[in-house]
C-alpha cells in the first residue's frame, strides 16, 4: 500500500500537463438539386459529403469539389463559397456554411420532320418508338467536343421511292445515320424504301432505335466516340433487344449470328475498327460486331459484375467515362480492366455456341440505360 499514493500523483502530474487540444470549427454543407460535394485536406485522399458537419483544426485550408450526378451539372458555391468553378477552397476561421448548387440539365428535344409520302402508321411508329425511349434511355443536352451546344435533334423521314431526297437542301442527300448537327440540333435520317415498310420487315422498326441509340451514346460521350465495332455493334444490340422487349420478337436478333464465319473475322478482327474496312469484313466474313459486344458483358459477369452491372458498363458508362482521349483503347482498358488485344483473344473462347452469349430474358433496356446515378 505504500507505493499506492506516490503513483497517484504521478498520474495526476501526467494528465495536468497533457497538451491543450487545438481548437475546431465545424463545416456546415448542403446540396441543391442532385450531387455531392467532396473535400481534401492536405495529403488526405478526397472524402465524399453531400450534407452534414465536419469538423476542422482552426485556419485548416480545405479544397471543396462539386460532384454533379449524371443528368445533372454544377452551377454555384453559395454561403461562404462563391463562383462557379467544380473547385473551391475554404479556410475553416470559424463556423463555415458552404451550399453546392445543381441544375438538372435539360433532355434533348425532337422535333419531326416527316414528308407527306411516309405512310401514316410509319410516323406514328417513328415518334411512339423514339418517346419509349426518352423514358428508357434519356438523352440530354450536352457541349461536344469542339465546344457547341446541341439541345435537340431533328427527325427527317421520307420514302425514297415517292419522292428523291427532298430535304437535300437542308440536311445534304443523306440516308440512314446521325448525321452531323445543324443550328445545334443532331440530324436523325430515316430514309425509307417501300420494300423495307412491308409488314414483315422489323427493320423499320429496328432502323429508328438503333439511331436513337446513337444520340444517347453521343450525348454521353459529348461527341467522344469509339470503334466501329463498339459504335454500330451496341446500337445493333439496342435495336434488337428493343424489338424483343416491345414486339416479342426474338428472332431478329439471333438472326444477326448467321451467316457469320467467326474464325475469319476474328483473325482479321481488328478491320472491324474502322468504319470502312469494317463494311468490307461485313460482306466477306459477317457482321460479328453484336457477338463481340455481348461477349465483353459475358467476360465482366465472369469477373463477377452482374449482368444488368456488364451492360451497364458497356452500353452506359463507357460512354459517359469517355474522357476526350482519342485513343478509345486507352478508356477501354481503364473502364473494363483489360486491354483490346486480351479481349479480341478471348472471343475465341466462345464461337462454339455463339448464342450462349445472348442476354437473359428477364433483362430489360431500362435497367441498364437509364443515367448512371
Request: aromatic share 14%; glycine share 6%.
Amino acid at each position: 500500500m505504500k507505493y499506492l499514493f506516490p503513483t497517484i500523483i504521478g498520474l495526476c502530474i501526467l494528465i495536468s500537463c497533457g497538451t491543450e487540444p487545438s481548437p475546431v470549427y465545424i463545416l456546415n454543407t448542403s446540396v441543391n438539386g442532385e450531387g455531392q460535394i467532396g473535400y481534401s485536406v492536405g495529403d488526405m485522399e478526397k472524402i465524399i459529403i453531400s450534407s452534414g458537419e465536419e469538423q476542422f483544426d482552426k485556419e485548416e485550408s480545405v479544397y471543396l469539389t462539386a460532384l454533379p450526378d449524371s443528368g445533372w451539372v454544377f452551377s454555384s458555391w453559395g454561403g461562404d463559397a462563391s463562383g462557379n468553378d467544380l473547385t473551391t477552397t475554404v479556410t475553416v476561421d470559424n463556423e463555415k456554411f458552404v451550399r453546392a448548387v445543381f441544375n438538372k440539365i435539360p433532355n434533348l428535344k425532337f422535333e419531326f420532320n416527316i414528308h407527306s409520302s411516309i405512310p401514316e402508321d410509319y410516323e406514328t411508329a417513328i415518334k411512339d418508338i423514339i418517346s419509349n425511349l426518352e423514358i428508357t434511355a434519356p438523352v440530354n443536352e450536352y457541349v461536344g467536343r469542339y465546344g457547341q451546344s446541341i439541345t435537340g435533334v431533328a427527325v427527317y423521314s421520307w420514302l425514297q421511292d415517292k419522292v428523291d431526297y427532298p430535304y437535300s437542301n437542308e440536311i445534304g442527300r443523306t440516308e440512314q445515320c446521325i448525321c452531323g448537327e445543324v443550328g445545334g440540333k443532331l440530324v436523325m435520317s430515316l430514309m425509307q424504301e417501300e420494300q423495307w415498310l412491308e409488314e414483315w420487315n422489323m427493320h423499320r422498326f429496328a432502323l429508328i432505335a438503333h439511331e436513337y441509340f446513337h444520340v444517347y451514346q453521343l450525348s454521353l460521350s459529348r461527341d467522344f466516340m469509339s470503334s466501329m465495332w463498339m459504335v454500330e455493334g451496341q446500337a445493333a444490340t439496342i435495336e434488337a433487344l428493343y424489338l424483343r422487349e416491345f414486339f416479342n420478337d426474338s428472332d431478329y436478333i439471333e438472326n444477326f449470328f448467321n451467316n457469320v464465319d467467326y474464325t475469319k473475322a476474328i483473325e482479321y478482327i481488328e478491320t472491324y475498327e474502322e468504319y470502312e474496312s469494317a463494311y468490307d469484313s461485313f460482306g466477306k466474313y459477317g457482321d460479328i460486331t453484336i457477338f463481340m459486344n455481348l461477349v465483353l458483358t459475358k467476360i465482366l459477369q465472369s469477373n463477377g459484375l452482374t449482368e444488368i452491372a456488364s451492360f451497364k458498363l458497356v452500353f452506359n458508362t463507357f460512354w459517359m467515362e469517355r474522357n476526350g482521349n482519342e485513343d478509345w483503347k486507352t478508356d477501354f482498358i481503364t473502364i473494363f480492366g483489360l486491354d483490346v488485344d486480351t479481349f479480341y483473344q478471348a472471343l475465341t473462347q466462345y464461337i462454339d455456341d455463339p448464342l450462349a452469349v445472348l442476354p437473359s430474358n428477364q433483362l430489360e433496356l431500362s435497367s441498364f440505360l437509364e443515367l448512371s446515378k
